[in-house]
């Protein structure tokens, strides 16, 4: 039986599996001290908090135009460089914000820290799919987010109390998160990349059928993950809306359910993730949704009964919600990851990243606007709108290549899962090399 010891353990193994995890636990612990506080610091500079936000938002739509460049990269072979570009990037922006505190600065440290934010998951995600075996990705994956958000709660905790002191460390906070994201480009630099079987040399009518094919699927997921990626924005936007305006709740009750949802995904990430190994992931990705829909109900009806009683619907819906957190971040990637072949990978994740990038974009403003016309104006479409993904997913193994299942398993897919031909033997026997770039 795989216990979530054994696949640490496992994990540990991988070549530049520990290299990989200390750059990420570095880059997210110094990342989280600034990023509670960033649109503080822009109004301690001289923007109001209005302008920070659009600032803000318009170095993510920024990022969202190098997302494409991005995965162009990763298609040619390139899998340590993009992801180590992505970090030097967010260091560079954040270097920007001590040094500049003005508003010239803030402008263009926000614009690179956008650009680096985007394209750090499709990046990273192919840089992990790279070093993982078929049996170890998601785990690795899963491993990888796990530690991130640790690093985020540590880091968030720790700038908490330096700022204490006073508004003048917010500068510091920013100069440790571009020595911390510095550094973790520079052990990414280091991460030896394993040789990968990849399939044999298709003819070009076939290869530009499967390209379609794939891309095609990607596209049907990345239409059906936008309302899924409203998700992210519920505890830090949403949440507290409901709590404090419309339940007129204390702070420690978004602020405890914050810290609860952190405890939780830390918590069983990773045991969920191998508890369901042998689950297609577009079934998880389903299963994702199902729960994410339950907890909004569950917000609403929070929300509708109003008083004490209320805010305790609220506290508890936050199982299915962080529940159809773990399941959406278990299975998403890798699903996308398996729908094409590899010489695919980037630009599927980048496809990806658009559409949760773009939602990522909106949704505050959506969010806040729904949730001034009442919790039922809010609520009730999201819950919709991700059942309707969640089915759209379902569905969606219908028009997958005939040739494959409807989903590879959370400890089978492949970097092109279901693409490798039938006289390919297993990864740890091929001695075949992803063209002449490798080494990148």
């Not at 390919?424 to 990148?440: A, K, M, Q, V, Y």
Request: net charge positive; aromatic share 6%; proline share 6%.
């Amino acid at each position: 039986m795989t216990t979530t010891r054994t696949t640490l353990r496992e994990l540990a193994r991988i070549p530049g599996g520990g290299r990989y995890a200390l750059s990420a636990a570095v880059e997210a612990a110094t990342s989280g001290m600034l990023r509670p506080f960033i649109v503080i610091y822009a109004v301690q500079i001289g923007l109001s908090a209005p302008q920070a936000g659009m600032t803000l938002t318009v170095g993510m739509l920024a990022g969202l135009g190098a997302v494409p460049l991005a995965g162009g990269w990763i298609d040619r072979g390139a899998r340590r460089a993009p992801a180590v570009a992505a970090l030097l990037v967010r260091a560079v922006g954040s270097l920007l914000l001590a040094l500049l505190p003005g508003v010239a600065g803030f402008a263009i440290g926000a614009v690179l820290i956008g650009v680096g934010t985007q394209i750090a998951p499709p990046t990273s995600s192919a840089l992990v799919a790279a070093l993982a075996g078929p049996a170890q990705r998601a785990a690795a994956l899963a491993t990888g987010r796990s530690l991130r958000n640790a690093g985020l709660g540590a880091g968030a905790l720790l700038g908490t109390v330096l700022v204490a002191s006073g508004p003048e460390v917010l500068r510091w906070l920013a100069l440790a998160t571009a020595l911390g994201c510095a550094f973790g480009a520079a052990v990414i630099a280091r991460v030896p990349l394993p040789q990968h079987d990849v399939p044999a040399t298709a003819p070009a009518a076939p290869t530009r059928e499967a390209r379609g094919a794939g891309l095609r699927t990607v596209t049907l997921l990345a239409l059906a993950g936008i309302p899924y990626a409203f998700h992210a924005d519920i505890l830090e936007i949403a949440l507290p809306l409901l709590l404090v305006q419309g339940l007129h709740a204390s702070l420690a009750w978004p602020s405890g359910i914050f810290v609860a949802n952190t405890v939780m995904v830390i918590a069983l990430q990773l045991v969920v993730v191998v508890r369901l190994a042998k689950w297609p992931h577009r079934t998880v990705l389903f299963w994702s949704g199902l729960f994410l829909a339950v907890s909004y109900l569950g917000f609403w009806l929070g929300g509708a009964t109003g008083g004490d009683r209320g805010t305790v619907l609220v506290a508890l819906a936050i199982v299915p919600y962080t529940l159809g957190e773990i399941l959406y971040s278990g299975s998403s990637v890798p699903l996308v990851i398996e729908s094409v072949p590899p010489h695919l990978v980037g630009r599927a994740l980048a496809r990806w990243q658009l559409s949760y990038g773009l939602a990522r974009a909106v949704d505050p403003l959506i969010i806040t606007g729904l949730q001034s016309l009442g919790a039922a104006a809010l609520w009730l479409p999201l819950a919709a709108a991700t059942l309707l993904g969640a089915a759209t997913v379902r569905l969606g193994a219908r028009y997958s290549r005939p040739h494959r299942s409807g989903g590879q398993s959370m400890s089978h897919a492949v970097a092109g899962g279901g693409w490798r031909s039938p006289a390919d033997g297993p990864l740890t026997r091929s001695r075949r090399r992803i063209g002449s770039h490798s080494s990148r």
